[in-house]
């Protein structure tokens, strides 16, 4: 049950917004957009509910329930971000905005952008383990293995992206030097 609700939240969340985006930028109706938007946050909070509900009735813990965990806390890091992002393509191709500006490439901005991307990723760890030790106490004296393996998860997926982001600033990508023009030596 808990899966499959999460399936239907991540649905959910992508048709909210494209939703949100085709009614702001092709009815211009903002404030409807607005609202649509803010009905993403509702989702994780539904999907959180259901999975405490969930334990309460005696279900026992499993992947599912950890899946959510890391679910609600990757979209409570990563779900503005995501939206901002969206919402600047959608201006650019709907309402002729100009073209958003991507991240940076290269040296230090690209740096200081990936470290600014696993800060992010330390947050949904941090709400992911949270809500895991939460379902972990919860439940008391039951088998909790796979809630603990989940929140083993959430750490190896920050510690893993730190080294990426940590390989940004030791070996930064240099820009490549810009095309020459030559003159044609023949006339």
Known sequence: MVVGLII???????????AGLAVRYLLKWRRTSVALLLCEPLLE????VVTAV???????PSWGH????LYIGFTIAYGRYTIRRLDGHAAHRLAGAP??????????????????????????ATIACALLQWAIWYVGDGDTS?????????????GIHGIVALTYL??????????VV?????L
Request: hydrophobic share 50%; net charge positive; with cysteine.
């Open 8 to 18: 239907a939240c991540e649905v959910g969340f992508w048709v909210l917004l494209a």
């Open 45 to 48: 909070v539904v999907l959180f």
């Open 54 to 60: 969930d334990l309460k009735n005696g279900a026992k």
């Open 146 to 158: 796979s809630l603990r393996a989940f929140q083993w998860a959430a750490l190896r997926t920050l």
């Open 170 to 179: 030791i070996w930064p990508k240099k820009q490549p030097a810009t095309a």
């Open 66 to 69: 950890g899946l959510a965990a």
């Open 99 to 124: 073209k958003p500006v991507g991240p940076p490439r290269y040296g230090l901005a690209r740096a200081r952008h990936e470290g600014r991307l696993w800060l992010r990723t330390l947050l949904a």
């Open 182 to 186: 030559r003159r044609d030596e023949s």
